[in-house]
């Protein structure tokens, strides 16, 4: 099975950049979905297909995805940016079934 | 705007069925192109892909989930339905409805709140 793997929090200091990757088996050819998720709250979707910014969600969000790991950029980072963060793609295996997989995720701290 | 609403018992016997519904208002569970799925997250943990269903009525299942899961629509009330079969307390989590798309690989642009199910004697 395809296995996406984050690093379990990552901690920046407001105004810094934080930087999360997702590590996958040519994640490269895949496109890549990222959301956010607050305490209590259904996740929501920050940067789609690598690097687009859904309407509403600042720029200060990208993305990039290339080789074995896709990344999420925070820019100038908001103490309201501190959430989980998980990384998503489709599958498919050699049956052609397809199965949706999410990345183990990573907590954001805002120092 | 598209809406998603959970529903169901909070709470299921171990070896029970666990039964769920998403009623979509906002949008039609009969449009092209989009897909109508499940996810959990058990508490303190991380997401977990149950299972999608498209818009032609095709499932597409997690692999570890298969053998007890049920997911089909109901067109006539824009419903889609989950059923876990044999249920222990490691299925204990947040059962989130959700639509994605549009295409195979489109990202979860709406989702439900979420709806906590505990399984428990």
């Known amino acids: 099975s395809y296995v996406l793997t984050q690093p379990p929090s990552v901690s920046v200091a407001p105004a810094q950049t934080a930087r999360i990757p997702c590590g996958g088996p040519?994640?490269?050819?895949?496109?890549v979905h990222w959301y956010q998720q607050k305490p209590g709250q259904a996740p929501v979707l920050v940067v789609y297909d690598d690097g687009v910014r859904p309407s509403g969600i600042p720029e200060r969000f990208s993305g990039s995805n290339s080789g074995n790991t896709a990344t999420l950029t925070i820019s100038r980072v908001e103490a309201g940016d501190e959430a989980d963060y998980y990384c998503?793609?489709?599958?498919?295996?050699?049956?052609?079934?397809?199965?949706?997989?999410f990345g183990t995720g990573t907590k954001v701290t805002v120092l | 705007q598209l809406q998603l609403q959970e529903s169901g018992p909070g709470l299921v016997k171990p070896s029970e069925t666990l039964s769920l519904t998403c009623t979509v208002s906002g949008g039609s569970i009969s449009s092209p192109s989009y897909y109508w799925g499940w996810i959990r997250q058990p508490p303190g943990k991380g997401l977990e892909w149950i299972g999608s269903i498209d818009y032609r009525g095709d499932t597409y299942y997690n692999p570890t989930l298969k053998s007890r899961l049920t997911i089909s629509v109901d067109k006539s009330k824009n419903q889609v339905s989950l059923k876990l079969d044999s249920v222990t307390a490691a299925d204990t989590a947040v059962y989130y409805c959700?639509?994605?798309?549009?295409?195979?690989?489109?990202?979860?642009?709406?989702w439900g709140q979420g709806t906590l199910v505990t399984v428990s004697s």
């Open positions: 959700a639509r994605s798309g549009p295409g195979i690989r489109g990202a979860t642009t709406s």
């Open positions: 040519n994640i490269g050819s895949k496109p």
């Open positions: 998503q793609v489709w599958d498919s295996s050699r049956d052609q079934n397809y199965v949706f997989v």
